[in-house]
């Protein structure tokens, strides 16, 4: 953990995200067939573990052998290891076997569970998503809040086979009715990463885009990326797309002058001055701010004689 982050493990991602996943959130990881979904988690999962954290790994579709057996075959051997030892739970379920998902699933990994804030997975959530048509979305708020009071959770969802567009220009009805169902959990998830394989064989044959990352700085490109056995997953960001999410130190001044001036208005004027600390500490712009600052300060100086 770093700075309350919860690290990926993902090589070349924590930097266009803030450090990386904030604690006790949900956060999704979409995308279609053959993009590395499973890498992802387990390459999650790992990266916990060689630390010395705990982690559940709730699988729908693999058995313990298959996921060693994954594991090996990318260079991860060691995984077998932390299972015997304890620190690495991996529950094989039926989705078919859950009458209640809201509250089977839940009290399956409480149960599950051991050590402070482990890392959870789950792969996939289909099962939990088309489940309940009535109340698919308090079901499935239900999860994720109680997810929150265990750990920090990742959760794989898996695009639907045309894709979301394809919903949303007329696609036949079987494919409405599921991507309205994945939107659900992507729009209760603190963060959703969108990985994509558009199998051109080229530096952009495999991007992965941050959709969102609710409370933190995070890159708004599109990273290409690949799978390296031993690795896993490794983005190749530029140093100029890191620089984008990075706070700017250089105008300083001009927020110092701008706190100054805050001050000299009174008690608002002091709340808007904290306001401006704030954004001086996560200022990521090349341009400078002064035009805004200067802006803001005259509005609410307009709004605080107005109001006297």
Known sequence: MKNGRILTGIYGLDDLMDGGFRKNTINSIYGGPGVGKTTFALQYSLFGLDRGE???YVSFE???????????????GIIKDYIEEGDLKILHIFGEDLEFPSLDITEIIKKSISGHNPRIVIDPFTYPTFYSDKEKRKSISTIFQDLRTFGTTLVVLEEPADGVASANFGGSAEIQSNTKALSMPLYLSDTVLFLQNLGFGEMYDRTIRIMKHRGSKHGEGIYPYSIETGLGIVLRASKKQIDRVIPKTKFDDRFVQAVEKSRSMGELGEKLATRIEILRKNWVHDDDPQQILEMVIKQEKKNNDNKT
């Open 54 to 56: 705990k982690v559940l």
């Open 62 to 76: 693999m058995s313990e052998q298959q996921i060693i057996r994954d594991c090996t075959d990318i260079g991860w």
